[in-house]
């Protein structure tokens, strides 16, 4: 599991300033990851679509050095952190809709955070489809839940609890519609407040 110290390596307030339940939220999120990941195998090369600072690639890095890492992401001061703290990680400029030459070839694709903040995600996931990898990992925010925690947290309370920069809201059921036509979903599952899927190109 993700250690607390880990959490003071990065800039995002989100991870930086996160309170014990929070981070233990997320210790719970990275861990379904890293199960994930093991189920995911055979993998060797991994893209993850908005690495951000790195906070899972990071990780996952550092549990698997002898897998090749790769992130894309559209905050290019982000780019420049992920470089900085984890330099095993390729990290490069880009965007969900465009994720440019498939070649060598990814055998695992992770979209964690992303699809809700798109305004278009079926298109993002016909992007990730393109690039043929063997699995792919993809989490959104488990509603209504996740606005009920910023509630809760007295986060968002005039907006209901909803991330101002989501645009998108799925239940387990909402997002399987989303992800099948183009994947077979293995695994669904939750840890609250998100869901996750692993899941193979059709």
Not at 36 to 59: D, H, M, T
């Amino acid at each position: 599991m993700i250690s607390d110290a880990y959490f003071g390596r990065f800039e995002t307030v989100k991870y930086r300033n996160a309170g014990a339940l929070k981070r233990k939220l997320i210790q719970r999120f990275a861990s379904t990851i890293h199960d994930l990941f093991v189920e995911a195998n055979p993998v060797e090369r991994v893209l993850e679509i908005g690495v951000g600072e790195g906070f899972l690639s990071g990780y996952l890095s550092e549990k698997f050095p002898e897998k090749q890492f790769h992130g894309v992401d559209l905050n290019p001061a982000d780019v420049e952190r992920v470089k900085r703290l984890f330099p095993r990680i390729e990290a490069r400029v880009g965007s969900a809709y465009d994720l440019g030459d498939p070649s060598p070839g990814f055998d695992l694709v992770i979209c964690a955070e992303v699809l809700e903040h798109l305004d278009a995600p079926d298109r993002a996931l016909a992007e990730i489809q393109r690039l043929s990898p063997r699995r792919v990992i993809l989490s959104v925010p488990h509603e209504p839940f996740f606005k009920l925690s910023n509630l809760l947290a007295g986060n968002n309370v005039r907006r209901l609890g909803n991330d101002p920069d989501h645009i998108n809201h799925w239940n387990p059921t909402s997002f399987r519609r989303l992800v099948e036509p183009r994947f077979e979903i293995l695994r669904l599952t939750t840890s609250y407040p998100w869901v996750l899927c692993l899941a193979a190109p059709r």
